[in-house]
């Protein structure tokens, strides 16, 4: 069974400027999350879908952070304009729903100058 | 707001010392708790779930228990290959997630 895929994995920006992250979660799974895991800390859920609907995204910074999921598979976020505090690895998970074990990709190293 | 606080940040072992890893949380209503294992430029790998006090679960060197405000994850002679960071997570009600910073361990031969 294929894991999650997330591209790129390495992304250098200046501040001010935008970049996209996509995620293709575990096939049949209807729960797809984004993290922010900034380094020596744990993840901290930014967004959470369940099918194409927004569940959770009550710690994303709407501001300059925006995630779509089409049709229920693919998402992709996109930061605009970054912020040096974005700076961090931002992790993709799936799960079969909601309440069973997330399957997480290898995750985007994004540095902000 | 759920909380998960794990203790220590690290810990450094040598090989066949066993210790363990502990998670204390507040959730508002516990639906599972969750731990991963993350080796250093991968995303969190599942190793458990538990969901009621007094679960247990085990699987090679490692077992897992819960009650109704902490987990800790045993490590029985752990090997070089057991370093890691190991991550704690609780699920509510709501399905809801939340992380713990995670307990860094190395494992000296």
């Known amino acids: 069974e294929a894991g999650v895929a997330q591209s790129p994995r390495y992304k250098i920006i200046e501040k001010r400027q935008s970049v996209a992250f996509w995620c293709n979660p575990i096939?049949?799974?209807?729960?797809l999350y984004w993290y922010q895991q900034i380094l020596g800390q744990g993840p901290k859920l930014l967004i959470q879908f369940q099918n194409n609907g927004v569940v959770d995204d009550s710690q994303l910074p709407k501001d300059r952070f925006s995630a779509e999921r089409l049709k229920g598979v693919d998402s992709t976020l996109k930061i605009q304009p970054a912020k040096l505090e974005d700076s961090a690895v931002y992790l993709c998970?799936?799960?079969?729903?909601?309440?069973?074990?997330?399957?997480f990709g290898p995750g985007t190293r994004l540095t902000v100058t | 707001e759920d909380q998960v606080t794990q203790s220590p940040e690290a810990l450094r072992l040598q090989e066949g010392e066993s210790s363990s890893l502990n998670c204390s949380y507040t959730?508002?209503?516990?639906?599972?708790l969750f731990w991963y294992r993350q080796d250093p430029g991968k995303g969190p790998e599942f190793l458990f779930t538990l969901y009621s006090a007094g679960e247990e679960k085990e699987k090679e060197r490692l077992k897992a228990t819960l009650t109704k405000k902490e987990s800790f994850l045993h490590i029985t002679a752990p090997k070089p290959e057991d370093s890691a960071t190991y991550l704690c997570?609780?699920?509510?009600?709501?399905?809801?997630?939340?992380f713990g910073d995670g307990t860094t361990l190395t494992v000296k031969p």
């Open positions: 997570a609780v699920r509510d009600n709501a399905g809801k997630s939340t």
């Open positions: 096939s049949g799974h209807a729960t």
């Open positions: 998970a799936s799960s079969y729903d909601g309440f069973y074990e997330q399957y």
């Open positions: 959730v508002s209503g516990l639906r599972g």
